[in-house]
Nanobody, 126 residues
Framework: QVQLVESGGGLVQAGGSLRLSCAASGPTFSMYAMGWFRQAPGKEREFVAAISWSGDNTYYADSVKGRFTISRDNAKNTVYLQMNSLKPEDTAVYYC???????????????????WGQGTQVTVSS
């Protein structure tokens, strides 16, 4: 069982930056690939980024590539999402997630993720 708690959301002007954190419980965090997803008002939840269990590999949605960076610190049981050059269309609730199996590959499919945080709101004003 993995419990996830996101933090770091807030209100920022377009062009600004935010860094989201996701703290995980349990001694097996380093065995899990991790993902970030987001859900804007009136829209379905969508994939943002994923990172391998080792941190060596990352994968991004085209809409955030070059602006967002996912990273992790296994010693701190934490995964991060650095968001730069934010746009109003980045406004959403951001969720971190972990898959149901350890040592899995990177995946953008929500169905592969069994553990979810409660989400943190990011609002980008124009």
């Amino acid at each position: 069982q993995v419990q996830l708690v996101e933090s770091g959301g807030g209100l920022v002007q377009a062009g600004g930056s935010l860094r989201l954190s996701c703290a995980a419980s349990g001694p097996t965090f380093s065995m899990y690939a991790m993902g970030w997803f987001r859900q804007a008002p009136g829209k379905e939840r969508e994939f943002v980024a994923a990172i391998s269990w080792s941190g060596d590999n990352t994968y991004y949605a085209d809409s955030v590539k070059g602006r967002f960076t996912i990273s992790r610190d296994n010693a701190k049981n934490t995964v991060y999402l650095q968001m730069n050059s934010l746009k109003p269309e980045d406004t959403a609730v951001y969720y971190c997630a972990a898959p149901g199996t350890v040592y899995s590959g990177l995946d953008s499919s929500q169905g592969k993720y069994d553990y979810w945080g409660q989400g943190t709101q990011v609002t980008v004003s124009s």
